[in-house]
RNA sequence: GGCGAAGUGGCCGAGUGGUUAGGCAGAGGUCUGCAAAACCUUGUACAGCGGUUCGAGUCCGCUCUUCGCCUCCA
C-alpha cells in the first residue's frame, strides 16, 4: 500500500505522488520569532519532522524548507496595531533585528532538544525582501494586485477561486458579521496587503517600487517556498489556524502569479490544548518548553506528541505526560536488554512488526498506531528474552535493527546507543556510563558474597543521584530519571 | 451568524460494517535475596434518540455538548 496523504485540500486521504518522482519538495510555515517556542511549536514541528523522516526512509530524497518569520508582523488586524517583532524590541529595550536572532537561536535549541532534524533550508524573510518584491511586481503587473498610496494589496476578486482551501468562498457574506472594518483604501474588504508602506519610526523596512516599507505576511511563505521549490510545492504543510486567511492568501498570490497549481497537499497539523482549550501565547496558556524541559524529559515531550495523530488535537497534562514517560521506559529498556544479552539459540522475526508499522505510517502518518505495534513488538522481544532459549545472534540483531530504525531513526524517540537521551553530550555522557558501570560491577560483588545491605545502598543512593537500577536476566539496566 | 473538527472504558488514545488496539493507573499471579522491571491473567467502552443492514463505535438523520477558524498565532 502506498503511501495516503490528508489533504487539507480536498478533505480526503490521498495517494501520495510527487511532481517529479522520487523527490519531495516541502514546505513548512515557521515560527514568528518574538518568543521562546511553546508546547504548541513542539508538536507541529514533531510532526512534521516525522513526515520527513519518513518520506526519507521510505527512500524519497526530501527538501525540507522552514522559513523564519522575523519580519514583524501585526498585533491586530491587516491594517492596525504594533509590530509584534518591534514591540518585543522596545519591551527588551534592544534592536528588532537582535530580537529576532535571539529568538530564532532559542527557537532551534529547543527543536535540537526535541531531536527535531533542521531543515535543509531556513530562509528568513528579511533575507529575501528582493523575493518578496518581484513576486508584488508581477502580481501588480498582471492586475492581481493594487497600489493605493504607497501600499499594495491583492485584489480578491481577481482570482475566482479565493478561499477555496477553507471553504469560505462567498466573500460577501464572509463579510457581514465579522469585526473586519472596511478601509476605503481597499477595494474589497477581504483585500490583504502585499506591502506596506513604513510609518515614521518603523524600524524594519527596505525600498520598493511603491516606496519605503515592508512585506505583509502572506507574501514571504509564496516567495520563498517557490524559489526554493518550484512553482508546485509537493507539501505544505502549518497549523490549522493558518488555513484562512495565511493559507488561502499564499495560495491566491501564487497561482495569480504562476498559473499553477501552487501546492499538491495541504497538511494541517491540529493545536495543543490545555483543558480543552488551545494553548496560545496571548492566552496566557502556553507551556513554555523550556521550562517545560526542566522537569520532563524533551523525549517524553516527543513521544506524548506522537502518541496522539497530528491531525488530533492534544491535550497537555502532568497524568498524560506521566503515562508517556512511563510507556517510553518501557521501549527504552526493552533496547538496552537487548544490547546486553549473551546470544542463545531462540529465533525472533520481526518481518510481521515492519509491515504494520510500515502500513500505520503509510496511513497519513498514523504515529499512535506505529507506537502501539512497538510496544507489542518490546512485549514480544521481552519475553523471548525472558525465556531460556533467549535470542540467537541474528535475532537480537535483527530486533536491535527493528528499534533502531522505526523507534530511533523514522519517530525518533530511542537514540541508538544510550537510554539517557542525549542531553548530557559526548565525553561526560562516556565518562558518567563508565562510573556506573564501575558501581554495578560493586554491587554484583555485593550480591555474590551476599551482601544485600551494601548492594541495595548502592542502589538506593544511585536512585538519589537520579539513576534507576533494574535488574534484568541480562543483568543491571539503568536508566536517568529526570524527575526526583 | 458563516466555515471546519470532534465526543471511545478511571486517564490518555487508535479504530473508514463483522474476530484483542495500545499505553498509563488498578486487581490477582509467576519470577526475584528485597525492590523495581519483565511476563501471565483481569476491563465487554464507544454522547443521546431514531434509521439503514443478517450485523454499526464504524453508514444516514436529528438532538445535545465541546473545540478551532472567521484579528496575530504551530
Redesign the pocket.
Known sequence: MAL?IYNSLS?S?ETFEPVHPGVVGMYV????VYGHA????A???VSFDVVARWLRQSGYRVRYVQNI?DVG??????DQ?ED?IARQARLEKTDPMEVAQYYTRSFYEDMDRLGVERPNIAPTATGHVPEQIALIRQLVESSHAYVVNGNVYFSVQSFPDYGKL???T?QD??Q?????EVRSEKRHPSD?ALWKKAEEGHIMKWESPWGTGYPG?HVECSAMSMKYLGETVDIH??????????HDCEIAQSEAATGRPYVRYWMH?????VG????????KN?VNLKDLFLETDPMVIRF?IL???Y?????F?E??I???S??L??LQ??RQRLQKTQPETGKFDSAAFTERFTA?MD??F?T??A??I???F???V??A??KQEGLSTDSIAEATAFLDTFAGKVLGVISACNETSGHISGNSHQTLERVIAILLDM?IEA?NNKD??L??RI?DRLLEAGV??????EGA?WSLKTEP
Not at 176 to 180: A, C, E, L, N, Y
Not at 276 to 283: A, T, Y
Not at 468 to 473: F, G, I, L, Q
Request: charge should be positive.
Open positions: 495516503q478533505r486521504k510555515c515557521g515560527p514568528t511553546h508546547l504548541g511549536h508538536k507541529s514541528y518569520t508582523h501585526l498585533t491586530d488586524d491587516a496595531g509584534k477553507s471553504g469560505r462567498d457574506a464572509l457581514s458579521g465579522t469585526r473586519v490583504f505576511w504543510g502549518g497549523g490549522m489556524e493558518n488555513k484562512f486567511p495565511h497539523n491540529n493545536m495543543v490544548t480543552g482549550i488551545k494553548m496560545g501565547k496571548s492566552l502556553s506524548f502518541q496522539s495523530h491531525r488530533s488535537p492534544l491535550d497534562s497524568a498524560a506521566r503515562a508517556s512511563a510507556g521506559e518501557k529498556d526493552t500505520a496511513d497519513d498514523n499512535p498506531l507506537i502501539s512497538l510496544f507489542d518490546s512485549k514480544s521481552n519475553s528474552l525472558d554491587r550480591r544485600f545491605a548492594s541495595d542502589r534507576e537500577v533494574k535488574d534484568t536476566r539496566i
